[in-house]
Each structure stands twice: as structure tokens, then as C-alpha cells.
């Protein structure tokens, strides 16, 4: 075991964050595992992004701790190299083009040049590299904020639905990614509403509800303890109660 | 902090709002030289600090305050500001950066337009058989207005990070710079001259006995616009 992996990858202890007296998460506490894709799931409005923003200090907590490899994201020293992530769809300005959106981001970290290059190949957005964003379809925004989060070659992946506007092969793609990338001793944090995308690659589900934990277990667990036949996403809408996404 | 300004010149060199801006403030200098050689003899005559061209430090800082503000707002704007956040967490370093690098490139803005300025007014008045004597009292108006020009840069810096919308950002500095600012001069009396506006254009015009004044002042308020911007990213969430 190295260094890095003496503490839970992701550890999350009692965190609450509220919003004008409105809780969006609620003393919630769970652990991402080094070598395990976790799958963070939950209804729309659950206080899954919001988790995600407390974890990598975008946003500070008002109650409990949030931990990336046993610190808090702000005090990681080197954080573009320990974690990536990709929280939204649109974090790109229209008019930069692929390539030097990476550039600005391989100066941040401290990384040769040439990850650029690396990073677009791996995503299959190579020959779109001088092309400007704004002319970027959902899906190539969502394979350039894939290679944006894997620009430090990080210990640690957080994942806010990457599989949006993603085609069949991309998807395919995604899945077999990750999977790799957990099985070299990383670890990944994707939260998804598709359900039956999760239950392929996720060894672990966290499931939250208005911002509190419903159950943390390993996926086939999870689905071994329901009903004969049942998929995540029966269990999912079981513990949820979310009737109305059926 | 060497990394993080790096990235964040990659992010001025790699849209077109720096190169339009620019072009902005050297054609505000085509134009102040332009009302000159249409003026009077008696303008041609004037002191070279008197005249009109002078206007040029009027309309171009409104330039170079929206470059500093769109080096933040255009983050929050665009959702910039989460990937930059992430790949730099520490806030503080991040706005330190902005406001290296608004400077450097406001007084890069402001030598290009007071050079233009400059050769164009001396190509314009030997047409007219008038000689344009720089003086001392010129090189200090040129070295002012390029100290003021990258100032105004890092003050924009600070006005976006408090701000963070860029139209009420924008807006709100022209209104302030434009009229609200010369309505406060007057009651203010005196004192009047060390509001920012006033301080900023002294910085490039004022007579020697004041320059100094003029300059320590408007250094402060782009230390405070700092600071003030580096306390709001601090604390507040990037949604």
C-alpha cells in the first residue's frame, strides 16, 4: 500500500451544508475505498453535486469534514495531481479552443505540454484539438472535461454524471475506463442517474436522499438483499421512494 | 504562484477579449491625436499635458478596468471558475495571479496606446508645421499613464472578484468613473482628489508637486481592490 492510500481515498464525516436555513446535505458520512469505482446515486435535488463541491473545496462546509487522501482538498500539496474531476458540463470559454484549454490548465498543475496532446488522444479528440469549444457537441465536452480531470495522471477520480451526452461507444468507452483505472489501485467517485451504467462498473453505492445517507453497500450486495430479479435501479427507486423517475 | 500565473496568461493570450481591448485603447489614441489636428492654433500651442489628446487616459482605463474584470467574471461567466478552483484550490494565489498578470498586460495596453498616441500626434503636427515637444513634463505624463493603465488592470481584478456579474461589474465602474464619481469630487472639496478616478488620472497628469501623492494613492486603492478581492473569493462558494 503507498503513502497516499493509508487513508480512505474519499472520507466524508457528518457534513452538512445548508443554504438559507434549507439543508442540502444532512450529517451525511461515507468512504470511497482505494481499487473500487463508487457509485454516488440519488434523486434530482439529493445533494449529490453539492457533496461533490464540499469535497473539492469549492464550496465549505457548514458542519463536518470532507477528506481526500486523509486531508482536506485545500490542503493537498500537490491537488492537481492527486485528484481530478469533472463537475459540470460547461466550464469551457467558447471561443478557446480544445488544446489551449488544456494548456491552461497543464500550466496550473506544473505539466509538460505534451499531456495536452496525450490527454485528447486518450479521449479520442485528437483531430478536434484546434477546434473551438463553442462549436462542441455535449458529448466531445464531455470527453474534454474527462481529459481535463486526467490531466495530472490523479490517484483519485470524482465524477459528476460523465456519462451525459456521451453516444453508445463512448459510454462503452467510459465504462472500460474506469474500471482500469480502478483496478491500477485508484479509485473512482461517479455519481450517475444511470442506474444500470453503475451497476457495471461500481463495486460500492452510496445512496443519499434530501442530502442524507439511505444506504452505503457493496453493488451486488445491495441487489443479492432485494427480490428476486431486482436491478439496482429497483432497489434505487425502493430506497428512494422516487416514483416519479420511473 | 509561477505556475498559477502562467495558467492564467494562457487564459488572456488564448481568447480575443485582450486583443480587441487593445486595439480599443489604440484607437482611442488615433482618436484623441485625430480631435487635436482638427483643433485651433491655439490648441496646437498649449502645453503638451493640456491638450486634448489628453483624454486619452479618460476613455482608456474604462478599457483597462474591464480587462481586469473580465479576467474574473469571464471564470464565473463561463464556469471557468471550477475547474481553475480545482486545479488551484489555494483562492488567494489564484486572484494574486489574476492581478500580476491584469497588471503586466494593462501597462503592455497602456504603453501601446501612449506610443500610438505619440507617433501619430508627431506625424500629425509636423504635417501642420508644428513641432511636438515631449519635455519633462511629457515623459512623465507617458510613464504615468502606463504605471495608471496596468493599475487600473489590477484594480478591475479586484472590482470582479468582489462582484463576480460581470455586467454589474462593468456597468457599475463606468457609472462610477463616469458621473457618480465627478458628482462626490464636488462635495468632497478638496479631499476630492483622492477619490479613485481623480487619483488614477493625476497618476498620469498631474503636476510634479502632486505626482507623487497621485501615484502612492492610486497604488493603494489597487492594494486594497486586491485585498477586498482576495477576502471575497476567500470565503464564498463557487456554485
Known amino acids: 500500500m503507498s503513502q497516499h492510500q493509508a487513508d480512505a481515498a474519499v472520507e466524508v464525516e457528518g457534513l452538512t451544508k445548508t443554504f438559507d436555513d434549507e439543508r442540502a446535505v444532512d450529517d451525511l458520512t461515507f468512504r470511497v475505498e482505494w481499487n473500487e469505482v463508487t457509485g454516488f446515486l440519488g434523486p434530482n435535488g439529493a445533494g449529490k453535486s453539492t457533496t461533490l463541491k464540499v469535497i473539492l473545496g469549492l464550496m465549505g462546509p457548514t458542519a463536518g469534514t470532507a477528506r481526500v487522501a486523509g486531508r482536506e482538498y485545500v490542503r493537498l500539496s500537490e491537488p492537481g495531481r492527486a485528484v481530478g474531476a469533472l463537475l459540470e458540463t460547461q466550464q469551457f470559454h467558447p471561443l478557446r479552443r480544445a488544446r489551449d484549454h488544456l494548456l491552461v490548465y497543464t500550466a496550473a498543475i506544473g505539466l509538460d505540454d505534451r499531456r495536452a496532446d496525450e490527454v485528447l488522444d486518450l479521449v479520442e479528440l485528437g483531430g478536434a484539438a484546434r477546434k473551438k469549444l463553442g462549436s462542441f457537441s455535449l458529448g466531445m465536452k464531455q470527453r474534454l472535461g474527462l481529459a481535463t480531470a486526467l490531466l495530472g495522471d490523479p490517484h483519485i477520480l470524482i465524477l459528476d454524471e460523465p456519462a451525459n451526452g456521451l453516444d453508445p461507444a463512448g459510454m462503452r468507452w467510459l465504462r472500460s475506463f474506469l474500471r482500469g483505472f480502478a483496478g491500477e489501485g485508484r479509485a473512482v467517485l461517479v455519481s450517475s442517474h444511470l442506474l444500470g451504467e453503475v451497476s457495471q462498473i461500481a463495486d460500492q453505492v452510496v445512496v443519499i436522499d434530501h442530502g442524507r445517507l439511505v444506504v452505503q453497500a457493496k453493488t451486488s450486495e445491495l441487489i443479492a438483499r432485494a427480490r428476486d430479479g431486482a436491478t439496482l435501479e429497483d432497489v434505487f427507486l425502493d430506497l428512494t421512494g422516487s416514483e416519479a423517475i420511473r | ?239
Do not use: C, H
Open chain 2, 1 to 239: 504562484m509561477k505556475n498559477q500565473m502562467r495558467s492564467e496568461l494562457r487564459k488572456l493570450t488564448t481568447t480575443r477579449t485582450v486583443r480587441w481591448l487593445t486595439l480599443g485603447v489604440v484607437g482611442m489614441a488615433l482618436m484623441a491625436v485625430t480631435s487635436v489636428s482638427g483643433g485651433s492654433a491655439a490648441e496646437y500651442a498649449k502645453p503638451l499635458t493640456e491638450q486634448q489628446f489628453f483624454f486619452l487616459n479618460t476613455f482608456s482605463r474604462l478599457l483597462l478596468i474591464v480587462l481586469g474584470i473580465r479576467m474574473v467574471t469571464d471564470e464565473f461567466r463561463y464556469g471557468t471558475a471550477v475547474p481553475t478552483f480545482i486545479a488551484a484550490p489555494n483562492r488567494t494565489l489564484v486572484v494574486a495571479s489574476k492581478v500580476v498578470v491584469a497588471g503586466a498586460a494593462g501597462l503592455v495596453m497602456a504603453a501601446l496606446g501612449q506610443a500610438a498616441m505619440f507617433g501619430s500626434a508627431t506625424a500629425v503636427f509636423s504635417m501642420n508645421g508644428q513641432e511636438l515637444e515631449l519635455g519633462a513634463r511629457g515623459v512623465q505624463g507617458l510613464v504615468g499613464g502606463v504605471l495608471a493603465g496596468g493599475l487600473w488592470a489590477a484594480i478591475g481584478v479586484g472590482v470582479g472578484a468582489v462582484v463576480r456579474n460581470q455586467v454589474v461589474a462593468i456597468v457599475g465602474s463606468f457609472v462610477w468613473l463616469m458621473a457618480l464619481e465627478e458628482i462626490v469630487r464636488v462635495k468632497m472639496g478638496d479631499l476630492g482628489g483622492f477619490l479613485p478616478g481623480q487619483a488614477g488620472f493625476a497618476t498620469a497628469l498631474a503636476p510634479d508637486e502632486y505626482w507623487l501623492t497621485a501615484v502612492v494613492t492610486f497604488v493603494v486603492y489597487a492594494l486594497v481592490a486586491t485585498a477586498l478581492g482576495m477576502l471575497f473569493t476567500r470565503v464564498r462558494d463557487v456554485a
